[in-house]
């Protein structure tokens, strides 16, 4: 969100999840996050996904995960992961 005008431009992310979260097939979808992880970026991920696998976006989307989407974290240590 810009701060000034309060404007909702998507990220990468956010992109990303809902296009998987738009195709039909039955397939597995898996978006796969390589590199290690900033600790305030998965603090915020955790905060907005919630244990119903819905995603709220700061422009009150919310975007669900279909039973087939996965999401892989892969980290080079867990010195920066948190539980």
């Not at 819905?54 to 996965?70: C, H």
Request: zero cysteines; hydrophobic letters at 40%; aromatic letters at 6%.
């Amino acid at each position: 969100i810009n701060p000034a005008t309060r404007e909702w431009k998507d990220g990468l992310f956010s992109s990303i999840m809902r296009e998987l979260a738009n195709v039909t097939h039955d397939g597995p979808k898996w978006i796969l996050l390589d590199g290690d992880i900033d600790p305030m970026w998965i603090e915020s991920l955790n905060t907005v996904m919630d244990d119903n696998k819905v995603l709220t976006l700061a422009s009150n989307e919310r975007i669900p995960l279909n039973p087939t989407m996965r999401l892989l974290f892969e980290i080079s240590h867990l010195r920066t992961a948190t539980p």
